[in-house]
């Protein structure tokens, strides 16, 4: 084979018949992935297997003018999934909440309105009383309408994995309740064209009743339930250890990761990963410390390869324990050395923006007299003292390592920012000086889409006692473990107010 | 009782002798002291002199031994079997209290109502 030949070929040679199969992976520069003659010209027949295949060959994956390589196919998938296939499920749900709540809200109507319609001449004449539950009729429907538009008609804050448990059985109740008081009113009332309007109306009013009460379960079911605390949750940041302790009602997984995920964005300082990168170079400097060779050679065991590996980690420990080891002094002197260099920096950057705040100021009125190329807006104000203290901050921000988190631009907005609300100079640095929660950030930093949650238990399943599962986003997962808050014994102990009796104490009294 | 310093202690001092009274593995005397050299005389409410660091009774179980034999409360014990007590501190004034082998305690008190009878005594008219 060519050294320059740039396919690849497997060949097999088929003692029985010399038949030649060749896989061909294409380049840039071929066109057809198919293309059994190509192989068979270049073949080697008969023989073994080159020996030198492995050295020779080259595999890449490419992509020609007419075929799709993997990486395609998977990014497509995610477009696909990310524009349609979310969306559609959303407008779904939205979809089929519109349709039950016009087919809820029409039903009371059509039920009054049919036999205006079909029978007018047989129909009794609305009395008194019944045009009163016409207005009864009336109100609830207004009550009814709003309360469902209050309840259902929020915007969702996210799309879960499964269908919420509860609202699908509501949605199927009310189905199957208008359902049935749909049949019952074409069996019992339309076939027998019943003359009786004003039961018809109290029929409609009992419906709507019904509707209202099914809606007043609604709101327990979905609201008032889990408001109770009944867990408390310990969420853990895996990558820094970073940990809160939250309490939650009786939910299912899914919901609970849902308001963790929103207590997350709001209580976690942001991830940053630039903070990590020391402790790896420590752990692979402790791995690269010691190598293992074994001496013995295979042995006679039937899973040597298991054995081996084994024996070779037990060596390894004990060699570590064994070891002097002064990784532990350069950590601290290390650690030292970094807090005094960002105290430094800190220092210098403070004096640094309380110098530049000082150098404007609000226009007062008695100077609206200046020529108008001095008044300057915000944010050409924030321009104006930006450059006098971009490098200090810089240079801090590199130290702390968080020079990836903000921009020029998000610098010069959060400045103008603090200028327009008469923020001191020490309010503005607070936001560099500690890393804050995640949606302080750009929205790039929110990976709000990527969240996936790991669980052992089935997602729609209620949070237990001892429950744990895992949310994962791109560098790190918080992991999530459950426990039920005790049950609280009180008990009562009356204290008569006239008890309260006093008597004079020297400092230490001994009684002999 | 006042103390005046450089001059030696003056007092008029009633002698009370207390029987122990064994309660169990204990000798008990029925009664509190309080007071001490390493004390804060400050909170002594039994004290004139606020100043005075000295051992002060501060209770008195009733129809114990002490109460038997006549202790009061707010009395300052000035020696217990000839230990003086006015300058000590009080784990010394309660270990020469609480000796296991001493079952009668001897102790010289003083308060302010003897000066008074004294001083009454002496002012009035000798018997004719």
């Given at each position: ?53 492995g050295?020779t060959t ?20 995610k ?58 009729i009336?109100?609830k429907?207004l ?14 804050r ?52 019904a ?51 929103e ?15 020391a402790?790896k ?6 791995l690269?410390g ?36 002064t990784s532990?002094?350069?950590l ?5 050395e ?8 800190k ?18 009125e ?58 001191t ?63 609280v ?15 004079l ?8 | 009782?006042?103390?005046v310093?450089?001059?030696p ?14 309660q ?9 002291i ?15 002199d606020?100043a ?14 002490a ?18 007590m ?32 004294v ?9 004719s």
């Amino acid at each position: 084979m060519e050294a320059g030949d740039r396919t690849l070929q497997v060949l097999e040679v088929c003692e029985a018949s010399e038949e030649i199969k060749g896989v061909i992976v294409t380049t840039e520069e071929d066109s057809n992935t198919n293309s059994p003659p190509l192989a068979s010209c270049r073949s080697t027949t008969k023989t073994s297997q080159d020996d030198n295949w492995g050295e020779t060959t080259t595999a890449i994956t490419g992509t020609s003018e007419h075929s799709l390589s993997q990486e395609d196919i998977v990014r497509i998938t995610k477009d696909l999934e990310d524009s349609v296939g979310l969306n559609c499920r959303r407008y779904l749900t939205r979809i089929l909440a519109v349709i039950l709540g016009v087919l809820v809200l029409l039903t009371p109507l059509a039920f009054l309105v049919l036999p205006h319609l079909l029978w007018p001449d047989k129909l009794q004449k609305c009395g008194t009383a019944c045009e009163g539950l016409y207005i009864s009729i009336a109100f609830k429907l207004l009550i009814l309408l709003l309360a469902v538009w209050g309840l259902f008609f929020r915007p969702p804050r996210a799309s879960l994995p499964r269908v919420f448990a509860f609202r699908a059985l509501l949605s199927v109740l009310v189905l199957l309740f208008v359902i049935s008081y749909w049949l019952f009113y074409a069996v019992r009332i339309l076939e027998a064209q019943d003359a009786d309007y004003q039961g018809i109306v109290q029929y409609a009013v009992s419906l709507v009743d019904a509707l209202l009460f099914i809606h007043y379960l609604a709101v327990v079911l979905l609201e008032l339930r889990q408001l109770q605390p009944c867990f408390s949750v310990c969420v853990t940041r895996s990558t820094d250890g970073e940990t809160r302790h939250y309490n939650l009602g009786q939910l299912s997984i899914q919901q609970a990761a849902l308001a963790i995920i929103e207590h997350y964005y709001s209580d976690f300082p942001v991830h940053n990963p630039a903070l990590l990168s020391a402790s790896k170079s420590r752990a692979a400097k402790h791995l690269a410390g010691l190598k293992v060779y074994n001496v013995d050679g295979p042995g006679p065991g039937n899973n040597p390869a298991a054995g081996l590996a084994h024996s070779q980690s037990r060596a390894m420990i004990a060699a570590a324990a064994r070891r002097r080891d002064t990784s532990h002094n350069e950590l601290y002197y290390e650690e030292a050395e970094h807090e005094r260099r960002v105290r430094k920096r800190k220092a210098r950057l403070v004096v640094a923006v309380e110098e530049a705040f000082t150098h404007i100021k609000r226009m007062q009125e008695e100077e609206q007299k200046k020529s108008p190329g001095d008044v300057m807006d915000p944010r050409e104000a924030a321009q104006a003292i930006f450059p006098s203290m971009a490098r200090a901050l810089q240079k801090y921000l590199r130290t702390t390592k968080q020079q990836h988190c903000h921009s020029m631009e998000s610098i010069q907005q959060h400045l103008a920012f603090c200028i327009t609300n008469n923020m001191t100079p020490k309010a503005f640095l607070e936001s560099y000086l500690t890393p804050g929660p995640t949606l302080q950030y750009s929205r790039d930093r929110w990976l709000a889409r990527q969240w996936t949650l790991i669980s052992e238990a089935s997602v729609t399943s209620g949070l237990r006692d001892g429950t744990v599962f895992l949310l994962k986003c791109v560098d790190f997962s918080l992991v999530i473990a459950a426990k039920k808050i005790p049950f609280v014994q009180m008990s009562e102990e009356y204290i008569d107010p006239k008890s309260h009796k006093f008597v004079l104490r020297l400092q230490s009294e001994t009684s002999v | 009782m006042s103390f005046v310093p450089g001059q030696p202690v003056t007092a008029v001092v009633e002698r009370i002798e207390i029987q122990k009274l064994s309660q169990g593995p204990n000798l008990v005397l029925g009664f509190c002291i309080g007071g001490g050299i390493d004390q804060d005389p400050g909170q002594n409410p039994f004290s004139d002199d606020k100043a005075d660091k000295g051992i002060y009774v501060t209770r008195v179980s009733p129809g114990g031994p002490a109460d038997v034999a006549g202790l009061k409360i707010g009395d300052k014990i000035m020696q217990v079997n000839g230990w003086d007590m006015t300058v000590v501190t009080h784990d010394q004034a309660r270990k020469k209290l609480t000796k296991k082998n001493e079952h009668v305690v001897r102790l010289l008190v003083t308060r302010k109502t003897l000066e008074e009878a004294v001083k009454q005594s002496m002012s009035r008219p000798g018997p004719s």
